[in-house]
Each structure stands twice: as C-alpha cells, then as structure tokens.
C-alpha cells in the first residue's frame, strides 16, 4: 500500500496569509496526486488533480506542485473561506489520502 | 451535471451487514470506477472499493474480506454491502466518481454523504 504522510496536521493562519502544506508519498507515484478541501459535514472539494491542475472553477490562489515522492498545496493570499480541512490523495494505485491538514484562525 | 445521492439504514447492529446504494442522476452509469468511500467522526478519508458498469471491481485490501459492490444499470446505480460491523464501521460514507472514465483519478463528483452508525 501507497502511504501518504501530511504536515502539518494543524495550521494557525490569518486573512492574507501564503499557506503551504506538504504531502510525502511512500514511494514514486509521479505526478498522481489531487488535493481536495473539506468543511465540516461536506463531502470534500477537489482543487487541484495531477499534483498542479486547477479543477475548474477553483480560485487561482490554490496551487499544487511536486512529484516524485514530495508534493506541496499552497494558499498564496488566505481568504475567510479557505479556513477549511484540506486532505491529499494519490492516485497511482488505487487511491490513498493523507492524514488531513486543519487550518484555523490564528 | 451528474449528482449523486446515498440511501440505506442509519443504523446497524453490531456484527449485522451495513448496505448503502448511490443513486446517479444527470448521467448514465458509464465506463467509471464508481467508488464507496467513509470517514469517521473527526477522522481521514479512506477509500473502500470501487465497481464499474462491467461488474468488475476492486477493494481495498484492508476491507476487502467483507465488503460486496454492485451495480444495477437499469436503475442507475450501485451499492456496498459491508458484513460484520463494528463500532469502527461507524462513519459517513460516500459514493464518488472519479473524474476520467476507465482509470482511477481525482474525484470531482461526491455525494452528500450518509452517517452510518452502530447501534451499540
């Protein structure tokens, strides 16, 4: 099995703030990873597939980078909305999530 | 717009089978690895299995020995049948469809999901 190791478990942040949260993969799995945003009692939000796509419709201040086995989810400028649980996924076989990332008002 | 939408019993007596079914609407039940995903109360995300419109399917290995998918083409839907629960089946469990049909990918359409809990 795939393991997908995320840090940090837990953000502290403000409005306007650059967020960046970093997956690890257990192995090579290119660039198969998509990050996804989640609010409580909603299902998740993708935001970024094949580790730096845009899903539609997704503001231009979420970006993905990485491959290999290190992938990285930045927030350039924090909005209010984005104080969320945020969660990676590979894809290379079958699908795998990280731990998630909570990011809270600092 | 494809949506769709999980149904089945609140509530599951422990060592009982918990069953759920997704229900497709805005499209047909095509060449996509339909997929059960859950998540415990305050926990991750972790995938169960997936069927596709062939009847082909594929579970994680972890859940693998109790977990039966199937589809049903006529009506537009698919479901997860998961035997011998325990107070750690408790989650809300999602149905979700990757965004490419035939390959595994990112998943773009989620249901609402549905908290399923046991009854002890």
């Known amino acids: 099995d795939i393991q997908m190791t995320q840090s940090p478990s837990t953000l502290s942040a403000s409005v306007g703030d650059r967020v960046t949260i970093t997956c690890r993969a257990s192995q090579n799995i290119n660039s198969w990873v998509a990050w996804y945003q989640q609010k409580l009692g909603k299902a998740p939000k993708l935001l970024i597939y094949k580790a730096s796509n845009l899903e539609s419709g997704v503001p231009s201040r979420f970006s993905g980078s990485g491959s290999g086995t290190e992938f990285t989810l930045t927030i350039t400028s924090l909005q209010p909305d984005d104080f969320a649980t945020y969660y990676c996924q590979q894809y290379f076989s079958y699908w795998t999530f990280g731990q998630g990332t909570k990011v809270d008002i600092k | 717009q494809v949506q769709l939408q999980e149904s089945g019993p609140r509530l599951v007596k422990p060592s009982e089978t918990l069953s759920l079914t997704c229900s497709i609407s805005g499209g047909s039940i095509s060449n996509y690895y339909w997929t059960w995903i859950r998540q415990p109360p305050g926990k991750g995300l972790e995938w169960i299995g997936y069927?596709?419109?062939?009847?082909?399917?594929k579970f994680n290995p972890s859940l693998k020995s109790r977990v039966t998918i199937s589809v049903d083409t006529s009506k537009n839907q698919f479901s997860l049948m998961l035997r011998s629960v325990t107070a750690a089946d408790t989650a809300v469990y999602f149905c979700?469809?990757?965004?490419?049909?035939?390959?595994?990918?990112?998943?773009?359409?989620w249901g609402l999901g549905t908290m399923v809990t046991d009854s002890s």
């Open positions: 979700a469809r990757p965004m490419t049909p035939d390959q595994t990918d990112g998943f773009d359409v």
């Open positions: 069927i596709q419109n062939s009847g082909s399917s």
